[in-house]
């Protein structure tokens, strides 16, 4: 009786974690607090692992804020940039790279001191960035609108040398991230002035296809899974349109809210992240069953304004900005990834 008792049990417990509910996908778990003083918007964030450090651009404060990665301790500010908009570190050779839209140019920090060591001169709004390992260069979104242009410009800024090296010209007067094939010579960049990714070989420095974005509008935040012929681009309207990258069709529409700003997939994890500021501030999560099935495993909720976000794989951790408001100083809401 005792047996069948136990037998009974061990089925109702198994069956009532079968019904139970699902794990959400993130849990939050801190919250950096930034200086009171900071106010204003903010823009994107670069993770130092090697570092210890979190780098936030506080466009409006002029400045980049530098957090410990794993206490959340602020530490400092590096002050007097214009518009700071985007940030790539090379722990190799201790430097910093920031895109000043104000001033046009890419501002050069040395990681150590935070001193200034050199600057490489592009156009007003220098903006979103993409990272080549293999050549070590880094390509910066410039020009267009803002410099009172039809066009904008893709440069290409080696970081070994700290000059520009190529610049490649891109109809269109507004253009936004971009994703890097590491097995091809492939830069996809989105052009939401035309609604439009504009496909570039990095080799020839020419654009060699056009691919129209159809099922939403104002595409501005990108990933790419490589290995699955799949690249995503998601749009301010809310949604992610999924593209084959070996024919360029769009193939799928994911709904998220409206105001998305970035978007990251996790390759070991088949995870999408869109950060978004609609309803409330959310980020919606995707999972890709294949490279035809998607699935939602949730909308984990952030909060008013927050719209970038950056993944660190190696601590398991997705942060998300939350801006200033009237009444309270901005966070960084520090995620587990379940």
Known sequence: MKTLLAAAAALLLASGAATGAPKPPLKLVAKYKMPADVQGRFDH????????????????????????????????????????????????????????????????????????????????????????????????VNGGGDAHESYSMLSVVNTTSDRKVADIRIEGSTLEAMAIAKHSPLLYQNNPSKNLIDVVNRETRKIVATWPVTLCRRNVAMALDESAHRLFTACRSGAIVVFDTQTGKELLLLKIPVGVDD???????????????????????????????????GMAPTGRGGKNEVLVPQLHRLLVTIPPAVSRPGEVYVYQVQ
């Open 263 to 297: 978007l990251v997939f996790d390759p070991a994890t088949k995870r999408l992240y869109a950060s978004c500021w609609g309803n409330g501030g959310r980020i919606a999560v995707y999972h890709e069953d294949d490279p035809d099935h998607y699935t939602l495993l």
């Open 45 to 140: 964030l670069a993770a130092d692992v090697a570092g210890n450090r979190l780098f936030l651009a506080a466009e409006s404060a002029h400045e980049v804020l530098v957090f410990n990665l794993h206490t959340g301790k602020y530490l400092r500010a590096i002050p007097n940039i214009e518009i700071p908009h985007a940030i790539f570190v090379r722990p190799a050779l201790d430097r910093i790279y920031v895109t000043d839209g104000g001033a046009g140019e890419v501002r050069i920090f040395n990681s150590n001191t935070f001193r200034q060591i050199g600057t490489v001169r592009l156009k007003v709004d220098s903006d979103s960035i993409g990272y080549d390992a293999a050549t070590r260069d880094l390509y910066v």
